[in-house]
């Protein structure tokens, strides 16, 4: 199957570390990717991982991948309010060439 | 570069009329994706191109759809006739050769259809 799933919505306040999960089924996934919509834009690429990689630190972001549960994280330190945005988890599968998105999650800053 | 280009920005048109969505990828991208996007259904992957050519169009909901890439820099998207249900965001994104590393978005059509 090809099938991303993320929870819908997060809120977490100012300062606080933000953790958005997303899990997803092919295993032929190569790539795993973090893109941000803000509101009226396209998405923009944040990070990714290799599936041979278990983290990635990139800043304020680490990526967590569990291969064996296929279950990836995102996670932000020191929330701020402009973090507020869709985030979308995508996996690539190198099996068909597509790049396949999660449901989006929607995290709220808190003041 | 000036990133993906898609236009129009806003597309507001009558049920039953033809829409024409354009896209221009990044030069020297060899992927070219269109996407469309609703509150009830996500992101979902309508089709692909590679080097110009159809390589997955199973996205693509019905015979109403069409889309075509004449040259590497340049595509567009077809709905005829187009439906209140055809409502979303439509993005187009191009990547390089594969293995993929990034999908560099456009800023997306948002077409109604009234």
């Known amino acids: 199957g090809e099938d991303v799933e993320q929870s819908l919505f997060l809120s977490v306040r100012e300062g606080d570390s933000s953790v958005i999960n997303c899990t997803y089924t092919?295993?032929?996934?190569?790539?795993l990717y973090w893109y941000k919509q803000e509101p009226g834009a396209g998405l923009q690429l944040l990070t990714y991982?290799?599936?041979?990689?278990d983290m990635k630190q990139d800043q304020r972001l680490t990526v967590l991948l569990n291969k064996k549960d296929k279950h990836l994280s995102l996670r932000i330190a020191d929330t701020q309010t402009g973090d507020s945005a869709i985030y979308f988890c995508?996996?690539?599968?190198?099996?068909?060439?597509?790049?396949?998105f999660g449901t989006g999650t929607l995290l709220a800053v808190q003041p | 570069d000036a990133g993906v280009i898609q236009s129009p920005r806003h597309e507001v048109t009558e049920m039953g009329q033809e829409v024409t969505l354009r896209c221009k990828p990044i030069?020297?991208?060899?992927?070219l994706f269109w996407y469309r996007q609703t509150m009830m259904r996500g992101l979902e992957l309508l089709i692909y191109?590679?080097?110009?050519?159809?390589?997955?169009d199973s996205g693509m909901p019905e015979d109403r759809f069409s889309a075509k890439m004449p040259n590497a820099s340049f595509s567009t998207l077809k709905i005829q006739p187009s439906e209140p249900r055809d409502s979303a965001v439509y993005f187009c994104?191009?990547?390089?050769?594969?293995?993929?590393?990034?999908?560099?978005f456009g800023q997306g059509t948002r077409l109604t259809v009234v």
């Open positions: 994104a191009s990547s390089p050769r594969v293995p993929n590393t990034e999908a560099f």
């Open positions: 092919d295993s032929s996934s190569t790539y």
């Open positions: 991982i290799f599936s041979n990689m």
């Open positions: 995508a996996e690539f599968l190198s099996r068909t060439n597509k790049l396949i």
């Open positions: 030069s020297g991208h060899d992927y």
């Open positions: 191109f590679n080097n110009n050519v159809p390589i997955d």
